[in-house]
């Protein structure tokens, strides 16, 4: 079975711009959750989507949305890129996403915002 | 607010030896736990994961839970080189029909040969 596929794997961007990252969970897979690690925060909780919605949110901005497609398929945009926003971007999919389900992680994609 | 604690190391240990990574949860409401092994540039790969009181073995890996202390471990038996990596703790945040991850910052590994 195919793991998790991230899109694209490194992108370099300029502050103001915006980005979309994609990520295509396990087939069967039907939650994506996506987090923010970088050196000083670890790993962060961004959003989880469930069935097209988003069930769970993270602290986050407004700035980094998501969306999930009928296949399963998530991408999150970042608008308006800040330095601080340079960091490695993974989703991770799971059957359902709830207790009991363990999520798996995509190779990720590295922004750089210069 | 919900946090995992783990301590940032580096932990070392010799070839051979027993590596002992920790980790504490202040939710006492999370009920399920994970370690993930992180190597360097690459993503977090699950090593295991454990919903009950007690040790849970899988291979050269015992995760060992304790609900009262709040308290996360994870044994890693006969260490080898390979395992040199950065664990992360998580614990599930599950409320009602959603959950999500809350990470540690992870104990960096070296194993020396």
């Known amino acids: 079975k195919a793991g998790v596929t991230q899109t694209p794997r490194y992108l370099i961007k300029t502050r103001g711009q915006q980005v979309t990252l994609s990520c295509s969970p396990i087939s069967g897979h039907r939650s994506v959750s996506w987090y923010q690690q970088t050196p000083g925060q670890g790993l962060q909780f961004l959003f989880e989507?469930?069935?097209?919605?988003?069930?769970n949110k993270g602290n986050f901005p407004g700035r980094f949305s998501g969306r999930q497609f009928s296949n399963s398929r998530s991408e999150m945009n970042v608008s308006t890129l800040e330095l601080g926003d340079s960091a490695l971007y993974l989703c991770a999919s799971s059957w359902t996403g709830l207790e009991g389900n363990e999520q798996f992680f995509g190779p990720g994609t590295r922004l750089t915002v210069l | 607010q919900k946090e995992v604690e783990q301590n940032s190391g580096p932990l070392s240990v010799p070839e051979g030896a027993i590596a002992s990574l920790n980790c504490t949860y202040s939710?006492?409401?999370?009920?399920?736990f994970f370690w993930y092994r992180q190597y360097s540039g690459k993503s977090p790969e699950l090593i295991m994961f454990?919903?009950?009181?007690g040790d849970k073995e899988d291979g050269r890996f015992t995760a060992q839970l304790n609900k009262a202390s709040q308290y996360v471990s994870l044994l890693i038996r006969d260490s080898q080189p390979s395992d040199s990596a950065t664990y992360l703790c998580a614990a599930l945040n599950y409320g009602g029909s959603q959950g999500n991850l809350i990470f540690g910052k992870g104990t960096k590994l070296s194993v020396k040969p």
């Open positions: 939710d006492r409401g999370s009920q399920s």
């Open positions: 989507y469930f069935s097209e919605t988003q069930r």
């Open positions: 454990i919903y009950s009181n």
